[in-house]
């Protein structure tokens, strides 16, 4: 058996001791590049941070937000989310929950600098059965929770399906005061003009 060891031979003992050296020597060597690998696949921590949740519907061509956690089934529901220390490559999500647990999911890749983005969900393209009831909205931001709205959607508001009747009522009303005011004009106008008559007479 030959060691590459130039000198005189060793004792027995030396060559235990040299085996077990070597042996340490890559266990530590092995410890190393195992925290090497571990530490460079941890991506670097961001600043980014959520300032403020603005949630409601969506209004006008513009897509405004007007605040609200009750909305109906043909809302447009909008989330905006105000950041602040965003770096290229935050990644900021947004999970929409369902009456049933189904879910909406939505994401982006933010810039560096980027101080707010928007989400949205159009509830007209969920089946009726599926929208009706208690959501959850989830944000996270790089992989870590971070805010979390519960809002409620109704099947109808009441101006949706009576609205119509009511302003079929209204016209009706305003048909019977016009043609009652008219109706009295000319009886009016018909006395007024026999009484001038008689008066002629006279």
Same mark, same amino acid.
């Given at each position: 058996?030959?060691?590459?060891?130039?000198?005189? *031979?060793?004792?027995?003992?030396?060559? @235990?001791?040299?085996?077990?050296?070597?042996?340490?020597?890559?266990?530590?060597?092995?410890?190393? $590049? !195992?925290?090497?690998?571990?530490?460079?696949?941890?991506?670097?921590?961001?600043?980014?941070?959520?300032?403020?949740?603005?949630?409601?519907?969506?209004?006008?061509?513009?897509?405004?937000?007007?605040?609200?956690?009750?909305? =109906?089934?043909?809302?447009? =529901?909008?989330?905006? !989310?105000?950041?602040?220390?965003?770096?290229?490559?935050?990644?900021?999500?947004?999970?929409?929950?369902? *009456?049933?647990g189904?879910?909406?999911?939505?994401?982006?890749?933010?810039?560096?600098?980027?101080?707010?983005?928007?989400?949205?969900?159009? $509830?007209? $393209?969920?089946?009726?059965?599926? @929208?009706?009831?208690?959501?959850?909205?989830?944000?996270?931001?790089?992989?870590?929770?971070?805010?979390?709205?519960?809002?409620?959607?109704?099947?109808?508001?009441?101006? =949706?399906?009576?609205? *119509?009747? =009511?302003?079929?009522?209204?016209?009706?009303?305003?048909?019977?005061?016009?043609?009652?005011?008219?109706?009295?004009?000319? @009886?009016f106008l018909?006395?007024?003009?026999?009484?001038?008559?008689?008066?002629?007479q006279?």
């Open positions: 058996m030959k060691f590459l060891y130039q000198g005189p *031979p060793l004792e027995k003992s030396e060559m @235990v001791g040299t085996f077990i050296t070597h042996r340490i020597r890559i266990r530590r060597l092995l410890v190393i $590049l !195992v925290l090497f690998v571990a530490i460079s696949g941890i991506p670097p921590t961001s600043s980014a941070v959520i300032d403020e949740h603005i949630f409601g519907r969506a209004v006008g061509s513009a897509h405004q937000i007007e605040p609200t956690l009750e909305l =109906v089934r043909d809302d447009m =529901v909008a989330s905006k !989310v105000l950041l602040s220390g965003t770096e290229d490559g935050d990644r900021l999500e947004w999970t929409f929950t369902g *009456p049933g189904r879910t909406f999911s939505d994401s982006q890749i933010l810039s560096a600098g980027q101080i707010w983005a928007q989400s949205e969900l159009d $509830l007209s $393209l969920i089946p009726s059965d599926e @929208v009706v009831g208690t959501w959850t909205l989830d944000l996270s931001l790089n992989g870590m929770p971070d805010e979390k709205e519960t809002f409620t959607v109704e099947l109808l508001t009441g101006l =949706v399906w009576w609205g *119509p009747f =009511v302003g079929l009522g209204v016209l009706l009303v305003v048909v019977l005061v016009a043609g009652s005011l008219l109706v009295g004009g000319l @009886v018909k006395r007024a003009l026999q009484k001038k008559k008689r008066d002629n006279e």
